[in-house]
Antibody
């Protein structure tokens, strides 16, 4: 079964740090870009970050740039999000999602989008 | 960043109704737009990619159209399981951006 499972959420004080993980299974992890998306309580979806298949290229939402770092370990089929200088507005459910396109070498196939999502992990920022 | 504006923010409809949700981009995004469905407490689900392509497994009553700045998601005959919140997402350039969502409720 193709799936991604997030972990690492929890309670952290303002200004603190936290690392989220996303374990992938059922597909060749190294052939897919990966994303993080978050959703604050009662709010809509917010794009957070993207990492390319080999980890060389990363993108961030303006709201997290300079504070969050996305990374991946293809040998462990795991995606990470290192979060620092956390603020109350970072409190959310964080979802890991697979990019829809299959990439082999410099060629990618299929349409854009996020086609496999995890169940989310909750980050609470509070003193 | 590209701004995505969805309308309406919510709507009430009955089973069997035809429902249309629109999404407008702040600049030309070609057809680089997807539609997602989210039910309470659940992860989002991809319905439409590239503005009009139906994702594998998504019901055929869902369709998408548009290009450039104006896009539409249509549900041809609303079913009980379609009551949810729908989001558009531009994947034209980074940072990708979501619309604010449209909640489809039972009339």
């Amino acid at each position: 079964e193709v799936q991604v499972v997030e972990s690492g959420g929890g309670l952290v004080q303002p200004g603190g740090s936290l690392r989220l993980s996303c374990a992938a299974s059922g597909f060749t992890f190294s052939h897919y870009a990966m994303h993080w998306v978050r959703q604050a309580p009662g709010k809509g979806l917010e794009y957070v970050s993207t990492i390319s298949t080999n980890g060389d290229t990363t993108y961030y939402a303006n709201s997290v740039k300079g504070r969050f770092a996305i990374s991946r370990d293809n040998s462990k089929n795991t995606l990470y999000l290192q979060m620092g200088s956390l603020r109350a507005e970072d409190m959310a459910v964080y979802y890991c999602a697979r990019d829809s396109r299959y990439c082999s070498g410099n060629t990618c196939y299929g349409g854009y989008g996020m086609d496999v999502w995890g169940q989310g992990t909750t980050v609470t920022v509070s003193s | 960043a590209i701004q995505m504006t969805q309308s309406p923010s919510s709507l009430s409809a009955s089973v069997g109704d035809r429902v249309t949700i629109t999404c407008r981009a702040s600049q030309d995004i070609r057809n680089d737009l997807g539609w997602y469905q989210q039910k309470p407490g659940k992860a989002p689900k991809l319905l439409i990619y590239a503005a009009s392509s139906l994702q594998s497994g998504a019901p055929s009553r869902f369709s998408g159209s548009g290009s450039g700045t104006d896009f539409t998601l249509t549900i041809s005959s609303l079913q009980p399981e379609d009551f949810a919140t729908y989001y558009c997402l531009q994947d034209y350039n980074y940072p990708w951006t979501f619309g604010q969502g449209t909640k489809v409720e039972i009339k």
